[in-house]
C-alpha cells in the first residue's frame, strides 16, 4: 500500500525532495491532502524545518504537527528525540488518524522516518506502514549540473561522510568505474577534495548545497572546497571515463 487508506489508522513515510515544492510527486501531494495529521521533523520546536516548508507551500491547508529531532547520530539526546516522536505518533494512530510522516528527499535513505517506523511495527503491529517515494538531493544536482551519474557497467556508490573520509568514502573513490555521491560532507569537503584527486577524480566532482532554497550553491569541488558548507552539501563525483 502506498496511499492511505479511507479510514482508520495508519503511517506513510512521504518523501518531498530535495526542498523545491515543484519536484513533489503527484501521489506525495494526494497523501498530504488526505491525511488526518503530517508530522514534519525539525531540529528546533519553533522552526519550519525544510520538509514543512515544501508541504506548507503544495498543501496549505495540511494540519502540520512538528517533532523534533537530533542530527548528532549514536547520541543519547537522539535516542530521546526518537523515542519522543514515536511515542507522539503512536498517541496519533491510537486516536484512529492517518498520519503522513514527511522527511527530505526519500523515506528510505538516511531518513528519520525509519526510526519512527521501526517503532510503530513494534508497537503496533497491526497499523500499515508504507512509503511514497522522494526526488533525491543528488539526482537534481545531476540533472541542474549535467553530471550523467552511470552508463553501460558503471555503478552507483552512496555514502556518508559526517564520520570522515576513510573508511566506505575512501573505498569508494578508489574504484574508477564507481559514481560516487557524498552525503553529510560538509564539513570535510577538503578532506574529499584531497582524496578524489589523489584517485585523479577531482575534474568533474560537483558540489550541491541547499538545492532551491536561499543561499543554495551548485559550484565545482575544487573551487567550493575551501568555503564553509552545510551538513547536508551533497557531492558528486562521476565515474572515470576516457576522453572521446
Known amino acids: 500500500m ?3 487508506p479511507s479510514e482508520g489508522a495508519a503511517l506513510v513515510g512521504v518523501g518531498v525532495g530535495p526542498g523545491q515544492a515543484d519536484l513533489l510527486t503527484l501521489r506525495a501531494v ?3 491532502r488526505t491525511a488526518d495529521r503530517v508530522l514534519a521533523p525539525t531540529t528546533s520546536a519553533e522552526s519550519v524545518g525544510r520538509a514543512e516548508a515544501v508541504v506548507r507551500e503544495v498543501v496549505p491547508e495540511a494540519a502540520i504537527e512538528r517533532v523534533v529531532f ?3 547520530v549514536d547520541s543519547a539526546a537522539r535516542s530521546a528525540a526518537i ?3 514515536a511515542t507522539r505518533t503512536i ?3 491510537d486516536a484512529g488518524e492517518r498520519i503522513a510522516f514527511v522527511t527530505i528527499g526519500d523515506p528510505n535513505v538516511y531518513s528519520t522516518f525509519g526510526s519512527i517506523a521501526d517503532e510503530v511495527r513494534r508497537h503496533r ?6 512509503t511514497v517515494p522522494g526526488i533525491m538531493a543528488f539526482q537534481d544536482l545531476a540533472a541542474r549540473s549535467g553530471t550523467v551519474l552511470v ?3 558503471e555503478h ?3 555514502v556518508p561522510a559526517h564520520r570522515g573520509v576513510d573508511g566506505p568514502v575512501a573505498a569508494a573513490v578508489a574504484e574508477p568505474g564507481a559514481a560516487v555521491v557524498v552525503y553529510k560532507g560538509g564539513r570535510r569537503l577538503g578532506e574529499l577534495a584531497e582524496a578524489l584527486d589523489a584517485n585523479g577524480r577531482l575534474d568533474g566532482a560537483v558540489l550541491g548545497e541547499l538545492l532551491g532554497l536561499p543561499g543554495e550553491r551548485i559550484a565545482p569541488l575544487h573551487e567550493a572546497a575551501g568555503a564553509p558548507s552545510t551538513y547536508l552539501a551533497t557531492v558528486i563525483a562521476p565515474p572515470v571515463r576516457d576522453q572521446p
Open 2 to 4: 502506498t496511499a492511505l
Open 30 to 32: 494526494d497523501v498530504l
Open 70 to 72: 537530533v542530527m548528532e
Open 83 to 85: 523515542e519522543h516522536a
Open 91 to 93: 498517541e496519533h494512530l
Open 125 to 130: 503491529p497491526d497499523v500499515p506502514v508504507s
Open 151 to 153: 552508463d553501460g557497467t
Open 156 to 158: 552507483l556508490v552512496l
